[in-house]
């Protein structure tokens, strides 16, 4: 049983248009995030969900908008998708926010590619 | 604000040699310490944390790392070198005030040599 899954694990588009992609987590977690990780394989965070709420919200363009319908879910939603937005997204999540010293869960990524 | 420098995108070892992967750290507070590993096309997954007072933190498949305060270094380290240890490796760090955002490193590549 998978702890953080993600889908679709690969996503191939034209420019702008737009795609979600979702996040589920069966370890009773209460934070979510979303991940982007470029082709040098740098990793930024671009949002945190605490419980349905947002907490951290990077500079990241309006295009991107994060949604959370309950805690075990975290969605990502792209629109007019530029060929920059080419990438890997995590989703992640961790028991609570409470504490520097938790760990990530990382789902296994969706590869967007954008033509 | 916190970041973490890992010296050296790419490092090859042979099967059985040493393995050391850099860290160092910035942090105007205590920090927490982590490694991650990335094999391809997966998520990443803990492989050690340092948050307390035990400097050598041990963690999975034989990985260990020293936290030395006074270097501001965080390296990861493992005796023997084996295949299945090919892979991506991540440092990161938070704080220990409750900051929820991990903030890494741009990774080393391992990769070991028959």
């Known amino acids: 049983d998978t702890a953080v899954s993600q889908t679709p694990k690969y996503l191939v588009t034209q420019m702008g248009n737009d795609k979600s992609i979702k996040c589920e987590q069966n370890?009773?977690?209460?934070?979510m995030y979303w991940y982007k990780q470029d082709s040098k394989k740098f990793l930024k965070i671009m949002f945190s969900y605490n419980n349905k709420e947002l907490i951290i919200n990077e500079t990241v363009p309006n295009r991107f908008s994060p949604k959370s319908p309950d805690k075990a879910h975290l969605n990502l939603h792209i629109n007019s998708l530029e060929l920059g937005d080419s990438a890997v997204y995590f989703c992640a999540s961790s028991l609570n926010r409470n504490s520097g010293a938790n760990v990530l869960t990382f789902g296994a990524g969706s590869r967007l590619t954008v033509l | 604000a916190q970041s973490v420098t890992q010296l050296g995108s790419h490092v090859s070892v042979s099967e059985g040699a040493l393995v050391l992967l850099r860290c160092n750290y910035s942090s105007s507070v205590p920090p927490y310490l982590f490694w991650y590993v990335q094999y391809p096309n997966q998520g990443l997954q803990l492989l050690l944390k340092?948050?307390?007072?035990?400097?050598l933190v041990k963690g999975i498949n034989g990985f260990e790392a020293e936290f030395k305060k006074s270097e501001t270094s965080f390296h990861l380290t493992k005796p023997s070198a084996h295949m299945s240890d090919a892979a991506e490796y991540f440092c990161?760090?938070?704080?220990?005030?409750?900051?929820?955002?991990?903030?890494f490193g741009t990774g080393t590549r391992l990769t070991i040599i028959p």
């Open positions: 340092y948050t307390s007072a035990a400097t």
């Open positions: 370890l009773g977690h209460d934070t």
């Open positions: 990161a760090v938070s704080d220990r005030f409750g900051n929820e955002k991990l903030t």
